[in-house]
């Protein structure tokens, strides 16, 4: 059982700039790692992912605005948001796969 665990989320303002970090318990060379968020009431949607073979895809509604990265020494991914806006707001949750493993969430609030 690989263990995700993830930080960097908060209370931040409109324009503002988090950075989000996922530490596994596990080696993550070779894997698809992505990052997910989820709104109240929405359906879980796809962010940003770096597949196994390295190719980055981001959601075009960060496009140009977040960052996603991986450290395979480390086992660590993260996501660099800025210029947050409102509709960003929701939990984001970290994912390797295969086999699929998911962290617990981190909240993101952006609100002024």
């Known amino acids: 059982q690989v263990q995700l665990v993830e930080s960097g989320g908060g209370l931040v303002q409109p324009g503002g700039s988090l950075r989000l970090s996922c530490v596994a318990s596990e080696s993550i060379l070779g894997k698809y790692v992505g990052w997910y968020r989820q709104a109240p009431g929405k359906q879980r949607e796809l962010v940003a992912c770096i597949t196994s073979d390295g190719t980055t895809i981001y959601a075009n509604s960060v496009q140009g605005r977040f960052t996603i990265s991986r450290d395979n020494v480390k086992n660590t991914f993260n996501l660099q948001m800025d210029n947050l806006q409102s509709e960003d707001t929701a939990v984001y949750l970290c994912?390797?796969?295969?086999?699929?493993?998911w962290g617990q969430g981190t909240q993101v609030t952006v609100s002024s």
């Open positions: 994912n390797i796969r295969p086999p699929a493993y």
